[in-house]
């Protein structure tokens, strides 16, 4: 079985601020949406698209695209003193 190709940082496109109003949710309009963005990113070069999801609805959503769970991200604030 193969291995998937090494993701390259500067091949990687970011989705970001996805959102349906909540009188709009459960008509499939978040998944048209991110699989048209999607598609667009890819046909502008993109080798990966890479997105964060604030709760299990979201989750379902982009997996529902073919957004897979890859590796953890960690995050570092600096105090507001420093």
Known sequence: MGRPAPLRPEDTAELSGVGTRPAHRGRGIAIAVTAALTDA???QGGGSVRLEYSGA???RVYERVGYRPQGARLYLSLSPEQ
């Open 57 to 59: 609805g979201s989750r």
């Open 41 to 43: 990113m890819f046909a």
